[in-house]
């Protein structure tokens, strides 16, 4: 069996970008990372977030040491033989194109991009049943537990093992490289639409370069596209309603 561990990211306001993101790899290669992992970083629950911007378990400690940690840890993954992949959305033109609708529903649409992407992925490189973990998320588990149920039982995702299981990362080094991982498909989006625009990071080209890691950005031109098809149903349905929809 493979294992996926995935994890999600917001910017520090949760109102211009939010990401979902999955690391997959065979046992053999999850117990190499997490042992690469465990000796390079000790026994601190890594946080992205808190490491970059010394926080959290990393207040305190020198700003350079933080960043040759993370950098490390950046290395750890890039070198390995995992694969990840996010989705990204652009947070401020969703409320834009579709103000009526909780922006929440951005994590359940990125999750459910992350698990086709698996699916497909998983056919043509591992050939074996992916069992999910993701950091556990309150509010949200739920749904994800029902639109993962619903893709399980779709004859046509043969590659999803029976159940998901949602847990902490404090204890969980492989949810932590997720937390990683999912940090920067979140920066690859907001250093695009933040207050202040900034080249991709170093850290995402040096997982970019075996072409093990990628994500998917859902930007503005998205959000235009489905409202147009949405208004083209109503044109083909006049009894088609977007309420409706919505709900």
């Known amino acids: 069996m493979i294992c996926a561990f995935g994890d999600e990211s917001a910017d520090e306001t949760q109102q211009r970008t939010f990401a979902v993101a999955a690391i997959v790899a065979s046992d053999d290669e999850w117990e190499r990372l997490e042992t690469a992992w465990k000796e390079r970083n000790g026994e601190i629950p890594f946080h992205a977030t808190d490491c970059e911007s010394d926080q959290g378990a990393y207040a305190g400690r020198p700003h350079a040491e933080n960043k040759a940690l993370y950098k490390d840890l950046v290395s750890i993954l890039a070198q390995g033989e995992a694969w990840g992949w996010g989705a990204v959305f652009d947070l401020g033109s969703y409320r834009e194109i579709f103000p009526s609708v909780d922006q929440d529903m951005c994590y359940l649409r990125a ?4 698990l086709n992407f698996f699916n497909k992925f998983a056919e043509t490189h591992f050939k074996d049943v992916i069992k ?3 950091d556990c998320r309150t509010k949200s588990n739920y749904s994800a537990g029902r639109i993962y149920d619903l893709m399980v039982n779709d004859p046509s995702n043969s590659a ?8 902490s990362s404090r204890k969980r080094p492989r949810l932590q490289m ?5 940090f920067e498909v979140m920066k ?3 250093n695009r639409i933040g207050p202040k625009q900034r080249p991709r990071r170093k850290s ?3 997982l970019r370069e075996r072409e093990h890691f990628g994500c998917d950005l859902f930007t503005r031109e998205f959000f235009v596209d489905m ?3 949405l208004q083209a149903m109503r044109g ?6 977007e309420d409706e929809y919505y709900k």
């Open 227 to 229: 409202r147009s098809k």
């Open 132 to 134: 999910y973990t993701f």
């Open 178 to 182: 997720a937390d990683l991982f999912t």
């Open 111 to 114: 999750f459910l991009e992350v």
């Open 188 to 190: 690859e989006m907001d």
């Open 160 to 167: 999803m093992f029976d159940e998901i299981s949602f847990a």
């Open 236 to 241: 083909k349905d006049p009894t088609f309603s």
């Open 204 to 206: 995402m080209l040096a």
